[in-house]
């Protein structure tokens, strides 16, 4: 049940959060699980009813295996749980000769702690409107829309306005995060500028019923999203998408430029596109411009932005909610140290350094070359003018489309605050590995003890000390201390599954990304710790911070 007003006229907590979206959400819980006092300002009284943001990656579904809401999700699925939640990509219409699989996330599995998932985001927002609920240190306004921001050396004052009605509302917060979509009024608020890559291009989402489309597509058993490239499109795609088993789909593609829902047949588009008749039934039809933006910084000052609200980009490969929750829990771990005192002085800062080229990369490496490869595909091969040479072609795609997979492995590797090697850089572009690396994310292994590593994870900072040296063990131990930082001690052997990771020592951060190994006994554990949460301030102590602003007792309710 959400907390509702009682006709106050001012509230406080330590971070407002302005937009309960999954992103929004996600950082409430994240917050509210260490201890943090958060408000969220939310105008929908309920999620809205459109299917997008439905693919969920391993590594998102680890976000909710931690926020405690893992088996709910998983619960909420629209379509059942025995049915695939594969891709495919066919040529010229959905039922044409031509299809290979993609965006087989299940091909990376082993390398995280949870399955993938997929449901409508209406769906997530449901479970995790219901887990933020059961937080006390989490208020949910519904019902209230944010009408400007002001922000001051000691906090942020979040000025509120409720959507059916004149009453007001100032929410204060020590920070401020936008998570209100592309449109941001926080980032417009705080001045932060975008930079924009647009394509000139009219999009429609058709929302549709159709029983007859599920019968056609029964060829493509276990699939349930399925991309249409047809070469009159110049590499922008026709995509197909379930919303549940055999009634109800979302589709997006592009449209003239001059389309509206009176002027134009989409029900004759879709038959197109798929290459069959079949009933339609349409239950929503809404447009989007096709565009990649981000914003020039994550951060002004006590103001922060996440999810779209930082960042923008086509719905092609379920990038974008699963880059706004690991804003969320990058975001949220660093906030909870600032407050509690642990935090060094840059470590907020660090948000803005990792997360923003992550997205960067993201947008330029995979969703931009993605369009000019299948443009580039489209001009130079035809099955109509060169059969052969067009099959062939499409063979190397299908494969390549399974080393993609592998490759997308967002990491922090050139990270002001991870022991990385010098001159790396932080980017989407790696390659999944059982090797502990600096600024990449653990993989799960079994300890010798039998428990998976990540079951023995802290809700801090985790050593994993392998065969490790006592004294070495105590150093860390001490160090942490005296930073007074959250420090989970894990000692074991150095055999079977764990030796994959080819270390002794290894630091997890609050987020599962490592932030330094070491094969050697390490000459320094305080210079190590205090990298790693942005401090080094000569000292030997990380840079002091207030306290939480409301004391909540204990953390953590994982």
């Not at 449901?119 to 006390?136: D, G, M």
């Not at 000459?523 to 401090?535: C, D, F, P, T």
């Amino acid at each position: 049940m959400d907390r509702t007003m009682e006709n106050a006229a001012e509230k406080a907590a330590d971070v407002v959060i302005v937009g309960g979206g999954p992103v929004g959400m996600g950082l409430a819980i994240e917050l509210g699980q260490r201890g943090v006092g958060t408000i969220v300002v939310e105008r929908h009284a309920s999620p809205q009813p459109v299917p997008k943001g439905q693919n969920l990656t391993q590594r998102t579904m680890e976000h909710f295996h931690f926020w405690g809401a893992e088996k709910e999700l998983r619960a909420a699925r629209t379509v059942p749980k025995e049915y695939g939640i594969g891709g495919l990509t066919a040529y010229g219409t959905l039922l044409g000769d031509y299809h290979y699989d993609w965006l087989q996330r299940e091909l990376v599995r082993p390398f995280y702690y949870t399955d993938n998932e997929r449901l409508p985001q209406y769906a997530t927002e449901e479970v995790l409107r219901a887990r933020a609920a059961q937080l006390p240190t989490v208020e949910l306004l519904y019902g209230w829309s944010a009408a400007g921001i002001e922000q001051g050396e000691d906090g942020v004052a979040v000025l509120a306005k409720r959507k059916d009605g004149d009453e007001h509302l100032t929410v204060r917060g020590r920070y401020a995060v936008g998570c209100d979509g592309s449109r941001s009024l926080v980032r417009e608020e705080a001045g932060i500028a975008q930079t924009r890559s647009e394509h000139d291009r009219l999009m429609v989402l058709l929302v549709f019923r159709s029983t007859g489309l599920h019968e056609l597509l029964k060829r493509f058993p276990g699939k349930s999203f399925y991309n249409v490239l047809h070469p009159d499109l110049k590499g922008y795609w026709q995509f197909f998408g379930r919303v549940d088993l055999g009634n109800t789909w979302f589709f997006h593609a592009p449209v003239p430029a001059d389309t509206t829902k009176d002027n134009f047949d989409f029900k004759s588009y879709l038959h197109r596109a798929a290459g069959a008749e079949f009933d339609v039934d349409f239950e929503h039809i809404g447009f989007w411009d096709l565009r990649v933006a981000t914003a020039d910084s994550y951060r002004k000052g006590r103001v922060f932005i996440a999810g779209d609200a930082a960042h923008s980009h086509p719905p092609y490969g379920g990038y974008g909610i699963n880059t706004g929750f690991e804003d969320a829990r990058n975001l949220g771990w660093k906030l909870a140290a600032t407050l509690q005192g642990w935090a060094g002085p840059r470590l907020l800062d660090s948000y803005d350094e990792e997360r923003r080229p992550v997205f960067a990369s993201t947008a330029r490496d995979y969703i931009e070359k993605a369009i000019e490869s299948d443009r580039a595909f489209l001009e130079a091969f035809d099955p109509r003018r060169d059969r052969a040479a067009f099959e062939a072609e499409w063979i190397a795609r299908g494969s390549g489309a399974r080393g993609e997979v592998n490759a997308f492995e967002p990491n922090y590797r050139g990270s002001p605050v991870v022991a990385g090697a010098p001159g790396a850089k932080t980017d989407a572009v790696g390659g999944h590995s059982f090797r502990a690396r600096p600024g990449h994310h653990l993989a799960p292994r079994r300890l010798p003890s039998g428990a998976n590593v990540f079951e023995k994870l802290g809700e801090g900072f985790t050593l994993l000390a392998l065969d490790g040296d006592a004294d070495a063990i105590a150093g860390f131990r001490n160090a942490a201390a005296r930073l007074d930082l959250p420090l989970e001690i894990v000692a074991e052997a150095r055999e079977g599954e764990v030796d994959a990771y080819e270390a002794r020592y290894i630091l997890v951060r609050p987020d599962q990304f490592v932030a330094w190994v070491s094969d050697e006994t390490p000459a320094n554990a305080l210079e190590v710790l205090e990298r790693a949460i942005g401090g080094g301030t000569g000292n030997g102590t990380a840079a002091t911070a207030p306290r939480s602003l409301v004391e909540h007792g204990p953390a953590g309710e994982r």
